[in-house]
């Protein structure tokens, strides 16, 4: 196959073999809201209820996690798979984590954390070994509008209000 020199039109491109077999599990949520005539309507919201991990695409975050380590690259994989929903903060199971990767020295381990911590990905708890908080600007699993109410901001190009 050829080599393309130029990014192609993706655009009616064809059917994404994958989407065949895929069925997406969603949740339906209702609320109760007043429409601008003072009457009653229900608002309908569908999630996918299976759980998932958010990377945010922050200015310099491909270049970020591009320099990480291999080792550092595997332990952020590792966190993203490994968080629970809403929280900031996780333990790594450091055992059940080297095992996982092949991982035999827990020097390789430290480097990896080092490099995700001056990374700014994550950072140590201050009593808790193994602790970490993560850096929700990166990645986050749940919502962060829910988690930090107090730190929306509106765009201010935002016409539909």
Known sequence: MARLKEKPDLDNIGINPFSAELKIRVNRKYKDVINKFGDAD??????ESVGHTKVFDQVGSKALV?????????????????????????????????????????NTYKDAVKDLSDKLLIYPHASLKDVYWINPHYFFKGSRQSKYPNNLVINKNDNNG
């Open 66 to 106: 591009s320099s990480l380590t291999v080792r550092a690259k595997e332990l952020y994989l590792h966190i993203m798979y490994s968080l629970v929903s809403g929280q900031d903060i996780l333990w790594i199971h450091r055992d059940r984590y080297m095992e996982m990767y092949g991982i035999k020295s827990v």
């Open 42 to 47: 229900k608002l309908e919201s569908v999630f």
